[in-house]
Structures are given as C-alpha cells and as structure tokens.
DNA sequence: TATGAATGAGCGTTCATTCAT
DNA sequence: GATGAATGAACGCTCATTCAT
C-alpha cells in the first residue's frame, strides 16, 4: 500500500526504514506502474531502492519474481477484505453493498497495484499467470456467491447470469486505473457508492426487462 | 477486423493476398494481442508476415507506429458506429441499448484490437498516448452525452452522474478481453444483451437508492 | 563552387537550374561539410537535391563516386590556378607568393569541399584513396618546384628541405577549414597574405638558425 | 601514449595486462585511427580488445564516450606539456622554440590521436564537440601567449597577429597526421627541429615584409 | 549478506543498393 | 531516364542474470 495519500511522487527517496525487499517492493510497485514493467530495468529498480543488484538477486529470485510478490499482496489484501464482508451478519442486499464500495474504495486507495495487475498479467511466467488467475477466481467466485444468494432469497433478478453480473462490475472497477486520478473531484468512497447504486439497481428484480 | 471468426490461431500462414502494410497490421494485432507489445520482436513480426525487415520500416516508421495504426484503426471503427446509433431515430433508451449491444458485440469480434489497447497505451510513444486518450475522450462524450439526453427526458436518472454511469460500463467492456472466449457457452451479442440490461436497469429513475 | 557568397544555408533549397549531377554534387558537398561523409544518407541527400534516388544511381555509381566527383572537381581546380602562377613570368619569389596567397583565398572560398578533403579521405575505397594521393602530391610537386627554383638561385635557405616547407605551409592551408569563418575579421586575402609573409620570411636565407 | 614505437599493426593482440578499460582505449586508438571511427563498429572493436560489449558498456556510456575519452586524453597530456614549456625560465625565443619542436615530437609519438582528433571531431556530440574546443582553445592561447610576450618585448615581428602565426603552426602540425610515416626518414624531433626553425625564422622582426 | 564486473543473446533501427516497371 | 518498393546485412546498444570475491 505505498503512496497511500494517493500522491504521484517522481522522484521520491526510498524510505530507508523499510526493510529491504519491502523497500524494493514499494519502489517497484511505483515504477511498474509509471513506465510498466518492461520499460523498468533491474538497474533503475535498484538504484531507486538505493540497494545493489546483487542484494536484489538475494531476496527476489527475478524481475518476475519481484513482479509476482507485488501480485500476490494485492491478491491476499482484497480477499481478506472480501471475506469480511462476506462473512458479515445482515442482509446479502447490504453486504453486498458494503463489499461493492470498499473494492472500489481499496483499488483507489492502491492505484498503482491495479494499474500493474491488468497491464502486467501477461509478462509473468505461465505458470505464475495461472496460478494468478486462479486466486483470481476464487475472488470472483466469493463475490458471485453473495449475487447468487440474493437471487435464491428473491432479493435480485434471475435473469442475468450471476456470472455476467459479476464481471461487468469487476471491469469498471479494474479500469479505475485507468481514469481515476486522487486529485480529482471525487473520492474513492464516493465513487464506490456511485458504482453500487448503479450496481444494485442494476440487479433489482423489478428492474428486469426495462 | 482480423480475426473475425475468433478463434487464435498461434502458426497462422500471413494472408499472401493482402498489401504489404496490411499484412504487417494483421500479423502485428495477433501478435501483439498474443504475446504482448514487448515480448513480440520486430524480427518475430516480420517473419510471421512473410516481410523484410526493410519493408516493414518502408510502411511504418517505427514498431510504436505499427501500434499506432492499430490503435487508430480500432478508434476510427468504434466511433463510426457509435456515431451511427447516436444519430438514429427512435427513443433515446432504445438508442443507447442498441449502441451499448453493439459495443460489446464489435468488441468481442476485435478481442485482440482491445487486449492490446488497454494492455499497451503506456508504450506508445507520449505524444501518441495523448492523441489516442484525446480520441477515446470523445467518444466517451459521445456516449455521455446520449444519456445526458435521457436524462434531461426524466428517462433516466439523475442522482448519478452521467460520465460515472459511462465510465462504469467501458470499463466492463474493456475488460471483456481479459475473460471474453469466443469458444465459451456465450456469444458476443448475449453478452451485449446481458450488460445492457444491468447497464439500462441500473439507470432507470424508480430504481434510484435500493 | 557552391556556397560562394560564403554564407552557411543548412536549409537552402537545391538551385533548380542546375543538371541533377550538377545539383547533387552541390548539394552533397553542403551536407557532407555539415553533417560529415557517414552522417549523410543517400536518403537526405536526394531529398535536399530535389531528385529520387534512382536517378542520383543513374548519374552516380556509389555515394563512394559522388564523395570522388567531390575530390576530383576541387584537385583540378587547384591544380589549374596553381599552374597559372608557377608559368607566370617574374621572379620566383613574387610567384610563389602570389600561389601562396591565391591558395589561402581559393580555399576559404571553397572551405566546404576543403573540410570534407581532409576529413573523409579515409571514406573512398582504396583505389580511389591512392588516385586522390596520387595527384595531391603531384600539386606538392608543383609547389616544391617552385621553392627548390628559389634555392637554386640563392633566393631561399636551403637548410631546411623544400618538402618540409610545402608540407609546412599546405598543413596550415587544410586547417583553415577548422578555425576561418566568412563572417570573421580577416579576408581571405588577408589571412593568404599574413600566410605568406610568414612562409616567406621562413624561407630568406639570412633568416636561418635563430 | 600508445604505439609508442611508432609501428602500426593491424592484428596485434590486446596487450592482457592492462585493465579493461585502457585495453580499449588504447585499442580504439588503434581502430580508430587506421579505419576511421565509424567504419569502426563495437564489434570489431571489442572482438579486437578481448572482452565482450557488455564489459565496454559498463565502463563507457556510449561508443561516443570512448572516442571522447581518448579526445581527453591527448588534451590533457598536450597541455601538460606546454605548461611546463610555457612556465619555464629563459627568453622566450628559446622557450617558444622547444615547446614548437616538442609539440611536433610528441605528435609524431602519438599519430594515432592526431589523426582521430581532426578527422573525428565532427562525430562526437554537439555538447562534447564543444567541450574539446573549448579546451583547444585554451592551449591555443597559451601558446599565442609566447608569442605576444615575445611581441611586445621587441623579440617578434608586430605587423602579423600572434594569433595568425599560432594557427598557422598548429595547422602544419596537424597536418603530420596525414604524410609522416615513422619509418621515413626523419624522426620526430628532425621534423621538429626544421619545423620551429621556418617558424621562428618567420616570426623575426627584420623578416618583416620580404 | 552483499558486491559489481562481466556476460551474451537479443533488441529496434538504418541504409546503400538493386531491380521490376 | 527515372521510379520507389524491397532487400539484407550490419549497426549501436540494452539488460536480466551470474559469480568470484
């Protein structure tokens, strides 16, 4: 969760407080995100860590392997929060809610994670993008499980595929990346409520057909 | 509109019948889409299109510029048809599912046109990345500005802004090509139907709050 | 003789009146004294002369040929002036002071084709290097000629060789190309008259040791 | 002071002994100097040295950057020379004729810079293009400053300016680069001798005129 | 633990020249 | 005479990774 005041910082000093491989990892979240994974060199990375290749070489057994620690974070850091919610008491209408604006409250919140994890999927090993894609799902399927919930209690429509439901508001979330800038007029949160007021509404029973 | 049966196809001989530069486009967009803009050498490129790498640099300037046409191939497509739907007769929500439909549909037969328009904007060169956001931009508008027009009809709701609701629905479309497989159980225009609906029920006024 | 005005046009368009040979002898002798031999196309250099490069092939073998007309049009232009003065009538001391100075004034009104001489000699084939060395030292022949005339009859030192006074002397012509400038203080027939007061007080018998 | 035998040798091995990088210095020197500096490629250049491009590219920046460390190299060690010349007690005459013969001396010594330094210079970029003449510069006025003392002490003639003869020394000297073999013969110093001799020879007031 | 010199395969690009028309 | 698409070899340079210390 580097850059958690959602300031973009150029030039920033690596904080020497932190660990090693936690400070290569926050430098590299930043730089892979800036110029993308391919445009950064192992050289620039380190230099910016203010470590040597060599002790790079020490913690991460690769560039990619540096790319999937970054993965993995963001990946155990949404599921945790998911599973809160999901596991929350109170009607699936409000959970679902909740769990609809916090992911798009966190994915603003971590930028630059996202940035990387749609843009950068493809230059990981096979058999990491495999294992990436899926804890992916399972993230997925978690969040499709309370939509289906909703539809066997009546609460939402049957008519479109959980599934489908699903997707189309993981999309919009990912894209954030892609247009939400911090300094702009709006919040995560209220971004988020936005979303699933359009989100919800979108899966009310009555609402079918249009 | 290569690849308009969507199926991959990794060893495909290059279409001798096509010119020269629109071989190279061909090739490249599958490549790209394939492997990545980075991961596909120039050398890879030339050889899978059948060409030298003299005449590749005869037609293109550069491989950002081969990725340029793509780009520009892609932008001038979308937004002729979002001009022919936003130009129709007819309501404006009948007009905007048809032109949401279509979206997804055009999108699913040019899957490989999107991967890599979302995947590889940050290597194009900078001036280049501003001219594409600058073209994307207003074909957002285009469609902002169609629900703009419901809503100031009381067709559509007005306690979300309307630029939220676009933004919210590309971003389900982009990522359709993260997910989207030609061979699954769907086809483009079911997804597109599905997605309008939630996209057109989440926009309806009575549905405002849940 | 291009440039004879002495001013430096690096964007002048290519005298339409000229042949096309005419015009890229012109026109390359300009670039390659601006950018160098090896740092100017084919590519530019057709561009700048007005004409395709089929036709600069059909009037020139090689960029090694039109680099050789370059040579072979400056040796016998010198070569011409400097017979004038050698069969001229009058003293050999008047004469050579007179090539002398007409050598300094030839060059700096032709300080193109001298630059690209000295530094891009190295760039003919080897046949061509010999035929170009072949006839410079014949003009160092002439020169010499002259001086061992003088010493013959008194009228220069003969303690130092009359090679190593040519070489002398030529030595600082050529590197006019790298200091003179048209727009500076001196003329050419200035700096060809300093020239040769200094090369001829060097030579006066009663002038040796020091 | 490479080839300071003065032979050339076209297959000569790299001399082991000496580190990377002066291996290709003193190598490029070589190179550079018998086939010019871009008709030099890296390749050959290392292949020549022993060591591998990527071993070159740690120590300099560019191909520019070796052709521009030897550029730094003659400089620094010319002016060295002159300053001890320069600062030296004793009449000026005599102190301006043994740094006119030294400078000739060690030209001889170290063809292969002097022919890289006036036929190269054009190749290095715009920013170190003009670092070398700045610093030529500086020892060009060191040198016309022997010559004004001289001037202004009655020593030397007054009718030609210091700078005119300097130029026209530094002219001859250079030019050495293009005719003197080490096998010829003369050695440096001979050359040297007789070269100091028509210039100061020159310089005598009484000389004046001719 | 950590260094940094060294590797070597591969990169995107250039360019003088050819040749069917 | 003149065209310009196409060639293909070579170019300068990058970079993730290794390894002796």
Redesign the interface.
């Known amino acids: 969760m580097q850059n958690t005041d959602g300031l973009q910082r150029s030039e920033t000093a690596p904080d020497r407080s932190l660990a090693v491989p936690d400070r290569l990892l926050s430098v590299a979240t930043r730089l892979f995100a800036e110029?993308?994974f391919?445009?950064t060199s192992v050289q620039e990375l380190v230099a910016a860590a203010g470590v040597t290749k060599g002790a790079m070489y020490h913690y991460f057994t690769s560039k990619d392997d540096l790319l999937y620690a970054i993965y993995q974070r963001v990946l155990s850091m949404q599921m945790q929060r998911l599973n809160g919610f999901a596991a929350a008491e109170g009607p699936v209408?409000d959970r679902l809610?909740e769990a609809a604006v916090d992911v798009v409250h966190t994915t603003v919140d971590n930028l630059d994670d996202t940035r990387i994890f749609?843009?950068s999927?493809?230059?990981l090993s096979a058999d990491r993008q495999t294992a990436v894609r899926k804890e992916r799902r399972q993230y997925h399927e978690r969040f499709r499980a309370m939509i289906e919930e909703g539809q066997s209690q009546g609460v939402f429509?049957t008519?479109?595929?959980a599934d489908?439901?699903v997707?189309?508001?993981?999309?919009?979330?990912?894209?954030?990346s892609?247009?939400y800038h911090a300094d702009g007029e709006l919040t995560g949160t209220q971004?988020g409520t936005?979303?699933a007021?359009?989100?919800?509404?979108?899966?009310?029973p009555e609402?079918?057909?249009?």
């Open positions: 110029h993308g391919e445009r209408r809610r749609f843009r999927l493809h230059m429509r008519d479109v595929p489908i439901a997707t189309q508001y993981f999309g919009a979330v990912h894209h954030l892609t247009w971004v936005y979303f007021d359009l989100f919800l509404a979108g899966l009310r609402a079918a057909a249009g």
